[in-house]
Protein backbone atom coordinates (compact mmCIF):
# COMPACT_ATOMS: atom_id res chain seq x y z
CA UNK A 1 0.00 0.00 0.00
CA UNK A 2 1.32 3.59 -0.44
CA UNK A 3 2.64 4.24 2.57
CA UNK A 4 2.59 8.01 2.10
CA UNK A 5 -1.70 7.88 2.30
CA UNK A 6 -0.63 6.37 5.80
CA UNK A 7 1.50 9.52 6.66
CA UNK A 8 -0.96 11.78 5.51
CA UNK A 9 -3.75 10.64 7.45
CA UNK A 10 -1.62 9.63 10.61
CA UNK A 11 -0.84 13.50 10.38
CA UNK A 12 -4.51 14.45 10.02
CA UNK A 13 -5.71 12.44 13.19
CA UNK A 14 -2.89 13.13 15.28
CA UNK A 15 -3.89 16.99 15.64
CA UNK A 16 -5.49 17.28 19.01
CA UNK A 17 -8.06 19.65 17.46
CA UNK A 18 -9.26 16.60 15.17
CA UNK A 19 -8.91 15.06 18.72
CA UNK A 20 -11.56 17.63 19.78
CA UNK A 21 -13.74 17.57 17.22
CA UNK A 22 -14.52 13.98 16.80
CA UNK A 23 -15.20 14.01 20.79
CA UNK A 24 -17.43 17.04 20.26
CA UNK A 25 -19.34 15.13 17.38
CA UNK A 26 -19.79 11.95 19.75
CA UNK A 27 -21.07 14.08 22.59
CA UNK A 28 -23.55 15.98 20.26
CA UNK A 29 -25.50 12.97 19.03
CA UNK A 30 -24.87 10.94 22.54
CA UNK A 31 -26.92 13.66 23.80
CA UNK A 32 -30.27 12.96 22.01
CA UNK A 33 -32.51 9.95 23.30
CA UNK A 34 -33.03 8.00 20.51
CA UNK A 35 -34.46 4.93 21.86
CA UNK A 36 -37.73 3.62 19.23
CA UNK A 37 -40.87 5.10 19.72
CA UNK A 38 -44.31 5.60 18.76
CA UNK A 39 -44.77 5.94 15.17
CA UNK A 40 -45.85 9.20 13.49
CA UNK A 41 -46.41 10.20 9.66
CA UNK A 42 -43.70 11.81 9.80
CA UNK A 43 -41.00 9.88 12.39
CA UNK A 44 -41.70 6.15 11.25
CA UNK A 45 -39.84 5.20 14.71
CA UNK A 46 -40.72 7.93 16.98
CA UNK A 47 -39.75 11.20 17.47
CA UNK A 48 -36.01 10.35 19.27
CA UNK A 49 -34.70 8.74 16.59
CA UNK A 50 -35.41 11.20 14.27
CA UNK A 51 -34.07 13.66 16.42
CA UNK A 52 -30.97 11.93 16.00
CA UNK A 53 -30.99 11.89 13.00
CA UNK A 54 -31.58 15.53 11.85
CA UNK A 55 -28.85 15.99 14.10
CA UNK A 56 -26.24 13.80 12.24
CA UNK A 57 -27.64 15.36 9.03
CA UNK A 58 -26.67 19.10 10.59
CA UNK A 59 -23.16 17.95 11.56
CA UNK A 60 -22.43 16.33 8.15
CA UNK A 61 -23.72 19.91 6.45
CA UNK A 62 -21.24 21.46 8.82
CA UNK A 63 -18.25 19.23 7.65
CA UNK A 64 -18.84 19.90 3.89
CA UNK A 65 -20.64 16.77 3.10
CA UNK A 66 -23.66 16.87 0.85
CA UNK A 67 -26.76 15.35 2.75
CA UNK A 68 -30.33 14.05 2.33
CA UNK A 69 -32.89 12.76 4.69
CA UNK A 70 -34.63 9.55 3.06
CA UNK A 71 -38.01 9.94 4.54
CA UNK A 72 -36.56 9.80 8.04
CA UNK A 73 -35.52 6.20 7.86
CA UNK A 74 -31.85 7.04 6.67
CA UNK A 75 -29.72 9.82 6.38
CA UNK A 76 -27.23 10.12 3.36
CA UNK A 77 -23.96 11.52 3.77
CA UNK A 78 -21.84 11.10 0.02
CA UNK A 79 -18.33 12.39 -0.14
CA UNK A 80 -18.65 13.28 -3.68
CA UNK A 81 -20.91 13.06 -6.82
CA UNK A 82 -18.80 9.95 -8.59
CA UNK A 83 -20.42 6.79 -8.96
CA UNK A 84 -20.45 4.98 -5.75
CA UNK A 85 -18.33 2.03 -4.81
CA UNK A 86 -19.00 1.85 -1.09
CA UNK A 87 -21.63 1.84 1.30
CA UNK A 88 -20.85 2.58 4.72
CA UNK A 89 -23.48 1.58 7.53
CA UNK A 90 -23.48 2.96 10.79
CA UNK A 91 -27.30 3.43 13.17
CA UNK A 92 -28.09 6.18 15.54
CA UNK A 93 -30.59 4.45 17.01
CA UNK A 94 -30.19 3.09 20.84
CA UNK A 95 -31.32 0.14 22.99
CA UNK A 96 -33.08 1.69 26.48
CA UNK A 97 -30.52 2.71 28.73
CA UNK A 98 -31.49 0.31 31.74
CA UNK A 99 -30.54 0.49 35.31
CA UNK A 100 -27.09 0.52 36.65
CA UNK A 101 -25.50 3.59 35.32
CA UNK A 102 -22.43 5.84 37.25
CA UNK A 103 -23.39 8.38 34.80
CA UNK A 104 -26.57 10.28 33.02
CA UNK A 105 -26.59 7.77 30.03
CA UNK A 106 -27.41 10.66 27.54
CA UNK A 107 -24.22 13.02 28.71
CA UNK A 108 -21.32 11.89 27.40
CA UNK A 109 -18.93 11.99 29.87
CA UNK A 110 -15.16 11.86 28.99
CA UNK A 111 -12.67 10.20 32.07
CA UNK A 112 -9.36 9.00 31.78
CA UNK A 113 -9.51 9.22 27.69
CA UNK A 114 -12.58 7.19 28.02
CA UNK A 115 -15.95 8.07 27.09
CA UNK A 116 -19.61 7.04 28.88
CA UNK A 117 -22.80 7.10 27.33
CA UNK A 118 -25.40 5.39 25.36
CA UNK A 119 -24.31 5.07 22.12
CA UNK A 120 -20.64 5.90 22.78
CA UNK A 121 -19.82 2.79 21.25
CA UNK A 122 -23.22 0.94 19.45
CA UNK A 123 -23.22 3.47 17.37
CA UNK A 124 -22.53 6.77 17.46
CA UNK A 125 -18.76 6.64 18.11
CA UNK A 126 -18.34 4.84 15.33
CA UNK A 127 -20.20 6.62 12.70
CA UNK A 128 -18.02 9.76 14.12
CA UNK A 129 -15.46 7.82 13.06
CA UNK A 130 -16.10 7.14 9.37
CA UNK A 131 -17.77 10.48 9.18
CA UNK A 132 -14.23 11.86 10.26
CA UNK A 133 -12.68 9.18 8.20
CA UNK A 134 -14.71 10.74 5.06
CA UNK A 135 -13.45 14.67 6.03
CA UNK A 136 -10.17 13.27 6.35
CA UNK A 137 -9.85 11.88 2.64
CA UNK A 138 -12.05 15.65 1.59
CA UNK A 139 -9.75 17.36 3.20
CA UNK A 140 -6.01 15.65 2.37
CA UNK A 141 -7.70 15.89 -1.30
CA UNK A 142 -6.93 12.09 -1.32
CA UNK A 143 -6.77 10.52 -5.13
CA UNK A 144 -10.52 8.45 -5.36
CA UNK A 145 -12.66 8.17 -8.17
CA UNK A 146 -15.46 6.84 -6.48
CA UNK A 147 -17.70 7.69 -3.99
CA UNK A 148 -18.25 6.66 -0.75
CA UNK A 149 -21.65 6.63 1.14
CA UNK A 150 -22.20 7.36 4.81
CA UNK A 151 -25.65 5.49 5.22
CA UNK A 152 -27.14 6.66 8.98
CA UNK A 153 -30.23 4.41 10.56
CA UNK A 154 -31.92 5.16 12.61
CA UNK A 155 -33.78 1.18 13.25
CA UNK A 156 -30.78 -1.15 13.60
CA UNK A 157 -32.23 -1.94 16.92
CA UNK A 158 -35.24 -2.54 16.54
CA UNK A 159 -35.48 -4.85 13.54
CA UNK A 160 -33.82 -3.00 10.72
CA UNK A 161 -36.65 -1.92 8.91
CA UNK A 162 -34.95 1.49 7.78
CA UNK A 163 -32.06 -0.13 5.66
CA UNK A 164 -35.19 -2.96 4.17
CA UNK A 165 -36.93 0.53 3.02
CA UNK A 166 -34.16 2.26 1.80
CA UNK A 167 -32.42 -0.91 -0.12
CA UNK A 168 -36.16 -1.65 -1.46
CA UNK A 169 -36.09 1.60 -3.20
CA UNK A 170 -31.68 1.99 -3.85
CA UNK A 171 -29.24 -0.63 -5.61
CA UNK A 172 -26.28 -2.27 -3.26
CA UNK A 173 -22.95 -0.90 -3.99
CA UNK A 174 -20.39 -3.10 -4.80
CA UNK A 175 -19.24 -3.14 -1.57
CA UNK A 176 -20.18 -2.30 1.55
CA UNK A 177 -19.16 -2.53 5.50
CA UNK A 178 -20.60 -1.46 8.94
CA UNK A 179 -18.55 0.32 11.50
CA UNK A 180 -20.83 -1.92 13.87
CA UNK A 181 -19.18 -4.71 15.36
CA UNK A 182 -15.20 -5.82 15.73
CA UNK A 183 -12.15 -6.16 14.21
CA UNK A 184 -10.42 -7.26 12.12
CA UNK A 185 -13.49 -8.38 10.00
CA UNK A 186 -16.50 -10.17 10.57
CA UNK A 187 -17.43 -12.33 7.22
CA UNK A 188 -19.79 -14.81 8.72
CA UNK A 189 -22.99 -13.83 11.22
CA UNK A 190 -24.88 -16.45 12.32
CA UNK A 191 -28.71 -16.64 11.44
CA UNK A 192 -31.61 -15.81 14.26
CA UNK A 193 -33.97 -18.13 16.12
CA UNK A 194 -36.33 -16.26 18.14
CA UNK A 195 -40.11 -18.21 18.97
CA UNK A 196 -42.42 -16.72 21.09
CA UNK A 197 -44.36 -19.70 23.10
CA UNK A 198 -46.36 -19.95 26.11
CA UNK A 199 -49.66 -21.93 27.35
CA UNK A 200 -53.00 -20.90 27.99
CA UNK A 201 -54.99 -22.17 31.09
CA UNK A 202 -58.15 -20.94 33.19
CA UNK A 203 -57.72 -18.36 36.39
CA UNK A 204 -57.22 -20.43 39.11
CA UNK A 205 -57.73 -20.29 42.98
CA UNK A 206 -55.48 -23.09 44.37
CA UNK A 207 -52.92 -21.25 46.70
CA UNK A 208 -49.95 -21.68 46.58
CA UNK A 209 -49.19 -20.19 43.54
CA UNK A 210 -47.27 -17.57 41.34
CA UNK A 211 -50.27 -15.54 39.89
CA UNK A 212 -47.66 -12.87 37.80
CA UNK A 213 -44.30 -13.54 36.73
CA UNK A 214 -42.60 -10.44 34.64
CA UNK A 215 -38.80 -10.42 32.79
CA UNK A 216 -36.76 -8.77 30.14
CA UNK A 217 -37.12 -5.60 28.21
CA UNK A 218 -35.98 -6.73 24.87
CA UNK A 219 -35.38 -9.63 22.83
CA UNK A 220 -31.60 -9.35 22.47
CA UNK A 221 -30.71 -7.89 25.70
CA UNK A 222 -29.92 -11.01 28.70
CA UNK A 223 -32.96 -9.85 31.31
CA UNK A 224 -31.53 -7.85 34.03
CA UNK A 225 -34.46 -7.88 36.24
CA UNK A 226 -37.48 -10.69 36.66
CA UNK A 227 -40.39 -10.20 39.33
CA UNK A 228 -43.06 -12.53 40.35
CA UNK A 229 -46.12 -12.41 43.11
CA UNK A 230 -46.23 -15.83 44.64
CA UNK A 231 -49.71 -15.86 46.47
CA UNK A 232 -50.10 -18.18 49.88
CA UNK A 233 -46.32 -17.98 51.10
CA UNK A 234 -44.92 -15.58 53.25
CA UNK A 235 -40.84 -14.33 53.18
CA UNK A 236 -39.74 -16.86 55.08
CA UNK A 237 -40.42 -19.54 52.78
CA UNK A 238 -38.25 -18.07 49.92
CA UNK A 239 -35.80 -16.27 51.07
CA UNK A 240 -33.55 -19.48 51.78
CA UNK A 241 -33.99 -20.80 48.71
CA UNK A 242 -33.45 -17.23 46.93
CA UNK A 243 -29.99 -17.30 49.76
CA UNK A 244 -28.67 -20.22 47.92
CA UNK A 245 -29.83 -19.14 44.46
CA UNK A 246 -27.23 -15.94 44.41
CA UNK A 247 -24.59 -17.69 45.76
CA UNK A 248 -24.72 -20.15 42.76
CA UNK A 249 -25.79 -17.85 39.67
CA UNK A 250 -24.88 -14.26 41.26
CA UNK A 251 -28.11 -12.79 41.03
CA UNK A 252 -29.38 -10.51 43.77
CA UNK A 253 -32.96 -11.63 45.40
CA UNK A 254 -35.32 -9.26 47.21
CA UNK A 255 -38.50 -10.56 49.26
CA UNK A 256 -41.42 -8.33 50.05
CA UNK A 257 -44.84 -9.07 51.52
CA UNK A 258 -47.45 -8.24 49.35
CA UNK A 259 -50.38 -8.55 50.75
CA UNK A 260 -51.27 -12.48 51.19
CA UNK A 261 -48.36 -13.39 49.41
CA UNK A 262 -45.04 -12.02 48.26
CA UNK A 263 -42.86 -10.19 45.73
CA UNK A 264 -39.53 -12.15 44.78
CA UNK A 265 -37.30 -10.04 42.74
CA UNK A 266 -34.70 -10.84 40.74
CA UNK A 267 -31.71 -8.54 39.69
CA UNK A 268 -29.51 -9.86 37.25
CA UNK A 269 -27.10 -8.08 34.55
CA UNK A 270 -28.00 -7.68 31.40
CA UNK A 271 -25.36 -8.17 28.35
CA UNK A 272 -26.20 -8.51 24.33
CA UNK A 273 -27.95 -11.70 23.67
CA UNK A 274 -25.40 -12.80 21.29
CA UNK A 275 -22.81 -12.88 24.27
CA UNK A 276 -25.03 -14.22 26.67
CA UNK A 277 -22.30 -15.61 28.88
CA UNK A 278 -21.53 -12.15 29.79
CA UNK A 279 -25.20 -11.71 31.94
CA UNK A 280 -26.55 -12.71 34.30
CA UNK A 281 -30.17 -13.85 33.23
CA UNK A 282 -32.72 -12.90 35.82
CA UNK A 283 -35.77 -15.11 34.21
CA UNK A 284 -33.64 -17.69 34.69
CA UNK A 285 -32.44 -17.26 38.49
CA UNK A 286 -35.90 -16.16 38.97
CA UNK A 287 -37.46 -19.57 37.48
CA UNK A 288 -34.63 -21.87 39.71
CA UNK A 289 -36.38 -20.68 42.86
CA UNK A 290 -39.97 -20.32 41.98
CA UNK A 291 -39.87 -24.13 40.79
CA UNK A 292 -38.32 -25.32 44.09
CA UNK A 293 -41.36 -23.77 46.34
CA UNK A 294 -43.85 -25.61 47.85
CA UNK A 295 -46.59 -24.49 45.15
CA UNK A 296 -49.95 -26.39 44.47
CA UNK A 297 -50.48 -28.54 41.68
CA UNK A 298 -52.22 -26.67 39.13
CA UNK A 299 -51.20 -25.40 34.98
CA UNK A 300 -49.05 -21.97 36.63
CA UNK A 301 -46.79 -24.56 38.70
CA UNK A 302 -46.54 -26.75 35.88
CA UNK A 303 -45.72 -24.12 33.18
CA UNK A 304 -43.26 -22.88 35.44
CA UNK A 305 -41.23 -26.10 36.35
CA UNK A 306 -41.26 -26.81 32.85
CA UNK A 307 -40.00 -23.24 31.82
CA UNK A 308 -36.80 -24.18 34.62
CA UNK A 309 -36.47 -27.64 33.45
CA UNK A 310 -35.98 -26.38 29.42
CA UNK A 311 -34.01 -22.98 30.26
CA UNK A 312 -31.84 -23.84 33.33
CA UNK A 313 -29.99 -21.04 34.80
CA UNK A 314 -26.29 -20.89 33.09
CA UNK A 315 -27.36 -23.18 29.95
CA UNK A 316 -26.78 -20.35 27.34
CA UNK A 317 -26.37 -23.47 24.69
CA UNK A 318 -29.69 -24.72 24.14
CA UNK A 319 -28.93 -27.95 25.80
CA UNK A 320 -31.82 -28.72 27.86
CA UNK A 321 -34.27 -27.90 24.64
CA UNK A 322 -32.07 -30.17 22.60
CA UNK A 323 -30.95 -28.13 19.89
CA UNK A 324 -27.16 -27.38 20.99
CA UNK A 325 -24.87 -27.53 17.72
CA UNK A 326 -21.25 -26.46 16.22
CA UNK A 327 -19.69 -25.91 13.63
CA UNK A 328 -15.78 -24.89 12.93
CA UNK A 329 -16.94 -22.20 10.83
CA UNK A 330 -19.34 -20.38 12.73
CA UNK A 331 -19.19 -21.61 15.93
CA UNK A 332 -21.92 -22.86 18.85
CA UNK A 333 -25.26 -21.98 18.74
CA UNK A 334 -26.21 -19.25 21.99
CA UNK A 335 -29.23 -18.50 23.71
CA UNK A 336 -30.56 -16.28 26.17
CA UNK A 337 -34.08 -16.63 27.50
CA UNK A 338 -35.39 -12.91 27.02
CA UNK A 339 -39.14 -12.19 27.78
CA UNK A 340 -41.16 -13.67 30.12
CA UNK A 341 -44.81 -12.80 31.29
CA UNK A 342 -47.42 -14.98 33.42
CA UNK A 343 -50.94 -13.99 34.17
CA UNK A 344 -53.58 -15.72 35.98
CA UNK A 345 -54.21 -17.23 32.69
CA UNK A 346 -51.61 -18.26 31.07
CA UNK A 347 -48.12 -17.14 29.88
CA UNK A 348 -45.87 -16.25 26.84
CA UNK A 349 -41.94 -16.15 26.40
CA UNK A 350 -39.35 -15.56 23.73
CA UNK A 351 -35.69 -16.97 23.57
CA UNK A 352 -33.40 -15.04 21.55
CA UNK A 353 -30.80 -18.16 19.55
CA UNK A 354 -27.78 -17.52 17.49
CA UNK A 355 -27.83 -20.27 15.07
CA UNK A 356 -24.58 -21.64 13.24
CA UNK A 357 -24.21 -22.56 9.85
CA UNK A 358 -24.74 -26.31 10.23
CA UNK A 359 -28.20 -25.05 11.96
CA UNK A 360 -31.29 -26.34 10.16
CA UNK A 361 -35.27 -26.12 10.26
CA UNK A 362 -35.03 -29.79 11.53
CA UNK A 363 -32.51 -30.04 13.92
CA UNK A 364 -33.21 -26.77 15.33
CA UNK A 365 -36.73 -24.78 15.24
CA UNK A 366 -38.73 -28.26 14.93
CA UNK A 367 -36.58 -30.15 17.58
CA UNK A 368 -38.02 -27.04 19.96
CA UNK A 369 -41.39 -26.78 18.90
CA UNK A 370 -41.51 -30.55 19.86
CA UNK A 371 -39.72 -30.33 23.11
CA UNK A 372 -41.74 -27.54 23.86
CA UNK A 373 -45.25 -29.14 22.71
CA UNK A 374 -44.21 -32.30 24.99
CA UNK A 375 -44.42 -30.18 28.15
CA UNK A 376 -47.98 -28.35 27.10
CA UNK A 377 -46.21 -25.33 25.75
CA UNK A 378 -46.84 -24.16 22.28
CA UNK A 379 -44.94 -21.41 19.62
CA UNK A 380 -46.65 -18.77 18.46
CA UNK A 381 -45.92 -16.60 15.24
CA UNK A 382 -43.91 -18.25 12.50
CA UNK A 383 -40.91 -19.16 14.76
CA UNK A 384 -38.96 -19.13 11.07
CA UNK A 385 -35.01 -19.11 11.31
CA UNK A 386 -33.05 -16.53 9.18
CA UNK A 387 -30.11 -17.28 7.13
CA UNK A 388 -26.42 -17.43 8.36
CA UNK A 389 -24.87 -14.37 6.31
CA UNK A 390 -21.39 -15.80 4.81
CA UNK A 391 -18.75 -13.53 2.50
CA UNK A 392 -15.73 -15.55 1.31
CA UNK A 393 -12.52 -14.95 3.67
CA UNK A 394 -10.64 -14.45 0.00
CA UNK A 395 -12.56 -11.79 -1.47
CA UNK A 396 -10.98 -8.54 -2.37
CA UNK A 397 -13.33 -6.60 0.00
CA UNK A 398 -12.12 -8.77 3.03
CA UNK A 399 -8.56 -8.98 1.72
CA UNK A 400 -7.82 -4.94 1.56
CA UNK A 401 -9.84 -4.44 5.04
CA UNK A 402 -7.47 -6.69 6.47
CA UNK A 403 -4.63 -5.16 5.32
CA UNK A 404 -5.84 -2.00 6.25
CA UNK A 405 -6.66 -3.26 9.77
CA UNK A 406 -2.74 -4.88 9.92
CA UNK A 407 -1.08 -1.64 8.87
CA UNK A 408 -2.26 0.20 11.79
CA UNK A 409 -1.95 -2.11 14.25
CA UNK A 410 1.26 -4.08 13.20
CA UNK A 411 -1.16 -7.54 13.32
CA UNK A 412 0.11 -10.27 11.03
CA UNK A 413 -1.86 -12.46 9.47
CA UNK A 414 -5.22 -11.26 10.87
CA UNK A 415 -8.18 -13.73 10.04
CA UNK A 416 -11.59 -12.49 9.76
CA UNK A 417 -14.25 -13.75 12.37
CA UNK A 418 -17.81 -15.23 12.80
CA UNK A 419 -19.83 -14.05 15.09
CA UNK A 420 -23.41 -14.36 16.72
CA UNK A 421 -24.86 -10.93 16.69
CA UNK A 422 -26.52 -9.77 13.51
CA UNK A 423 -25.02 -6.58 11.88
CA UNK A 424 -26.40 -3.92 9.40
CA UNK A 425 -24.83 -5.85 6.78
CA UNK A 426 -26.41 -9.54 7.65
CA UNK A 427 -28.88 -8.70 4.41
CA UNK A 428 -26.53 -6.67 2.18
CA UNK A 429 -24.96 -9.03 -0.17
CA UNK A 430 -20.99 -9.04 0.22
CA UNK A 431 -21.23 -6.62 2.95
CA UNK A 432 -18.71 -7.43 6.21
CA UNK A 433 -18.97 -5.96 9.49
CA UNK A 434 -15.17 -4.21 9.80
CA UNK A 435 -14.72 -2.37 13.81
CA UNK A 436 -14.59 -0.15 15.95
CA UNK A 437 -14.11 -2.75 18.93
CA UNK A 438 -10.72 -3.70 19.19
CA UNK A 439 -9.62 -7.12 20.64
CA UNK A 440 -9.26 -6.77 24.55
CA UNK A 441 -11.90 -3.86 25.17
CA UNK A 442 -14.77 -4.26 26.44
CA UNK A 443 -17.29 -1.30 25.41
CA UNK A 444 -20.16 -2.67 28.05
CA UNK A 445 -22.48 -2.76 24.61
CA UNK A 446 -26.34 -2.92 25.44
CA UNK A 447 -25.31 -2.53 29.54
CA UNK A 448 -24.84 0.04 32.03
CA UNK A 449 -22.05 2.76 31.39
CA UNK A 450 -20.99 1.49 28.13
CA UNK A 451 -17.56 2.96 27.07
CA UNK A 452 -15.60 3.51 24.30
CA UNK A 453 -12.00 4.55 24.24
CA UNK A 454 -10.98 7.95 22.12
CA UNK A 455 -7.52 6.45 21.45
CA UNK A 456 -9.40 3.25 19.80
CA UNK A 457 -12.16 5.87 18.03
CA UNK A 458 -9.30 7.99 16.43
CA UNK A 459 -7.41 4.60 15.07
CA UNK A 460 -10.37 3.39 13.78
CA UNK A 461 -11.08 6.74 12.15
CA UNK A 462 -7.35 6.04 10.64
CA UNK A 463 -8.25 2.94 9.29
CA UNK A 464 -11.21 3.63 7.93
CA UNK A 465 -9.83 6.78 5.88
CA UNK A 466 -7.45 4.45 4.37
CA UNK A 467 -9.82 1.52 3.54
CA UNK A 468 -12.15 3.99 1.50
CA UNK A 469 -8.89 5.37 0.01
CA UNK A 470 -8.09 2.06 -1.09
CA UNK A 471 -11.47 0.59 -2.04
CA UNK A 472 -12.50 3.92 -4.00
CA UNK A 473 -9.03 5.00 -5.72
Known amino acids: MDMSVKEQIDRYFDDPARRAELVEAVTRLV ?4 VRGEPSADAPFGPGPKAALE ?60 LYGRGVSDDKGP ?3 AL ?25 ESGSEDIAYYYAREPYAPQA ?26 PETAEPRVSALKGGFRHNVVPPEAEALVLGLTPADVEELCRTEEARSGARFTVTQEGRGVCVHCGGKNAHAASP ?40 RGRALGIAQSDPESGELTLNLALMNL ?36 VTGDGEMTHVHVVEADS ?47 PKMHSANEQASVDNLILSAKIFALAMAELCK
Not at 31 to 34: I, N, Q, R, W
Not at 80 to 88: A, E, F, G, K, R
Open 31 to 34: GVKS
Open 55 to 114: EALKLCGELGFATRNYDNYVGLCDLNDSPTQLHVLGHLDVVGEGTGWDTDPYTCVERDGI
Open 127 to 129: VCA
Open 132 to 156: FAMKALKDLELPVSKNVRLILGTDE
Open 177 to 202: FTPDADFPVINIEKGHYHPDFGAQWE
Open 277 to 316: DDGINAISALLEVLAQLPLADCPSTRALRAMAQLFPFGDT
Open 343 to 378: TETGFTSKFDSRVPICATRENCAQVCEETLARHGIA
Open 396 to 442: SLVQTLLKCYETYTGVTNAKPLAIGGGTYVHDIPGGVAFGCDFPGFD
